[in-house]
C-alpha cells in the first residue's frame, strides 16, 4: 500500500546528510594542506550509494504500487486512505514492511562500505 514511503523518507534524510557531509568535507580539504589519499572514496559518496538505493527500491516500489491500482492520480492518492480500516492496514504495512525494506537496504550498503573500505586498504597497501 504506502511501504514504499519509509525508504523515500530514508533517501530524503540521507540526501541531506550527504549534503551536510560532502561540505564538511570541502571544508576539510581546504583548511588542510595534504593531498587526497588516492584510493579513498569519500564518505558523502558512500552516503550518495545509499541515497540511490533507496531512491530506486522506492521508485521501482512506486511503480509497482500504481500498476495494481493502489496509488491513484486523484486525491487521496493512497487507495487505502479512503477508509479508516484500511488506513490502519496502510500503517501497519509502513511500521514493518517499509522499516524492514529501509533496514535491510542500509544493512546492504554498510556491507558495500565495509567491502569498499577493505579494496581502500589493499590497495593502499600495495601502491606503498
Known sequence: MACFIVPAAGAVVTK??????SK???KKTVTEDHERE?????????????SYMLLGGSFLLMFEHIWHGEITAFF?????????ADMYAMFREMATVGVAMLL???FIW???CV??????KRAAKEAA
Open 76 to 84: 487521496p492518492f493512497l487507495t487505502a486512505m479512503s477508509d479508516k
Open 38 to 50: 588516492e584510493f579513498h572514496v569519500p564518505f558523502s559518496k558512500k552516503l550518495s550509494w545509499l
Open 24 to 26: 564538511e568535507e570541502t
Open 104 to 106: 535491510l537496504v542500509t
Open 16 to 21: 541531506v546528510a550527504e549534503k551536510v557531509v
Open 115 to 120: 567491502v569498499t573500505s577493505r579494496i581502500e
Open 110 to 112: 554498510a556491507i558495500i
